[in-house]
Structure formats: structure tokens, C-alpha cells
């Protein structure tokens, strides 16, 4: 059996409190696997990391942009091991995030949006 993380107990604990922490530790931690080149690992990690961001928009809208950022960053990993449906899933309700207004964001997170886009347009290529 699998001892579960420090991180992973706390945000069970106590999700509002530690929940963001945890979420964003696995959302680095996928991002350093891929930069070594641990594709499928970060694949796993990330997928961990927008499950328990998806578990505290709701409660905390702000992470909203946490969301998008790890979705954008799974979908990308996706299309790499050339998983390209999946990948334009991911990468679509990122660009969703980031183009919507919504409650409390005056504005569309522009720069996210547009790397968001350009990814949609590497995968869209990858999937011809």
C-alpha cells in the first residue's frame, strides 16, 4: 500500500486551508517532469493536480486561473505522447477559463489565453 503524501493528508484535513498548497505542488511537480523529460509521469501528476483543483474552484473561484494553468500544462504534455484528443479536451476548457469573464475578474487573462491558443494550434497540427 501506497503511504500517502504529507500534502495529500493536510489537504484532506483541511481543504481550504491546504488544499491550494497541495494543488500547486503537484501542478510543479508535473512541470519538472516533463522539463526532464518524464512525460508519462507528469501526465499522472498533472491529471492529480487538476482533479484537486476542480475539488476547490467551487469553494475558492479564484483558483480558477490555477485550473486553467494546469490544464494548459497537462494538455501540452498529452500532445506530446500524442494523446492529441484528449489534449484539445484539456486545452479547450483552459482556454474556456481564461477567456471567460467571470465573478470577480474584470478581464480576460490575455497572455494566458493567447498560450492557451497557441497550443490549441500545435495540438490541432499534431492531430492531422
Partial sequence: MERPLAGEVLAAAEPATHGPSFAQSLANYAFLLAELGRTSDAITVGQEAVRQYRQLVDAQPDLLPKLGA???????????????????????????????????????????????????????????
Fill in 70 to 128: 494546469a490544464l494548459k500544462n497537462l494538455a501540452v504534455d498529452l500532445g506530446t505522447e500524442q494523446r492529441t484528443e484528449e489534449a484539445l479536451a484539456a486545452i479547450g476548457e483552459a482556454i474556456g477559463i481564461f477567456g471567460a469573464p467571470v465573478k470577480g475578474r474584470t478581464r480576460v487573462d490575455r497572455p494566458e489565453l493567447d498560450t492557451c491558443r497557441q497550443a490549441e494550434a500545435w495540438l490541432q497540427r499534431k492531430g492531422q
